[in-house]
């Protein structure tokens, strides 16, 4: 069962699997894709879509802290401009951290940190795209990398798509884990929506 901490509800029971066709040909053909801009940022890779959502941060009326991140092949070489989630809503005011790491699939094993961004968010975040501006940091086709969501004093509820078990997403792994059960937990059939942006 996916570990959702707080966003196990009934929206997701409603509306997780709905349209899977669609859902299942646009994951296939438009989530990876390789484009030549020249110097210009572009998306390199993007998941858009969203039927249900992951909380992460911390809650005022407990002590668990909830972090959630995402891994991903990366479709083609090129310099790191930004990475952005989509954000569903935001409880108060607070700060969001992003880490990117490289990350080895195979022991998942997540590596030291390539680049970061800390920005504010508020309410008005809420159903937009939060932009994460990195450090050029070239990334090399095919290798996998993962980025990581935390915040000490806000809650996010970050938009991620679900799909089947038995037909598993591709390109990467979602991840999460909470500071009490300190458990990791990785999901194929579960993806943030996110995107990443690059220069050639």
Not at 6 to 26: H, M, Q, S
Not at 91 to 112: A, V
Request: hydrophobic residues 35%; glycine residues 6%.
């Amino acid at each position: 069962m996916h570990k959702h901490n707080i966003c196990r509800n009934t929206k997701f029971r409603v509306i997780a699997l709905a349209r899977p066709a669609v859902l299942n040909y646009n994951l296939k053909h438009v989530c990876m894709k390789t484009t030549t801009f020249g110097n210009h940022l572009h998306p390199a890779l993007e998941q858009l879509h969203r039927n249900t959502c992951l909380w992460i941060g911390h809650m005022n009326s407990g002590p668990a802290d909830h972090f959630a991140g995402q891994t991903f092949q990366c479709p083609e070489e090129g310099s790191l401009g930004k990475i952005l989630v989509y954000s569903m809503a935001v409880s108060h005011p607070g700060t969001l951290i992003l880490t990117l790491h490289e990350f080895d699939k195979q022991r998942k094993n997540w590596g030291s940190i390539l680049s970061s961004a800390e920005i504010e968010v508020n309410e008005n975040d809420a159903e937009n795209w939060i932009q994460f501006p990195l450090q050029n940091v070239h990334l090399r086709k095919d290798n996998t990398y993962g980025f990581r969501l935390k915040s000490p004093d806000t809650l996010v509820a970050i938009g991620e798509a679900a799909w089947s078990s038995k037909n598993p997403f591709s390109f990467g792994e979602e991840w999460n884990i909470n500071n009490i059960e300190n458990k990791d937990h990785y999901y194929r059939y579960f993806t943030l929506a996110f995107k990443v942006e690059l220069r050639a």
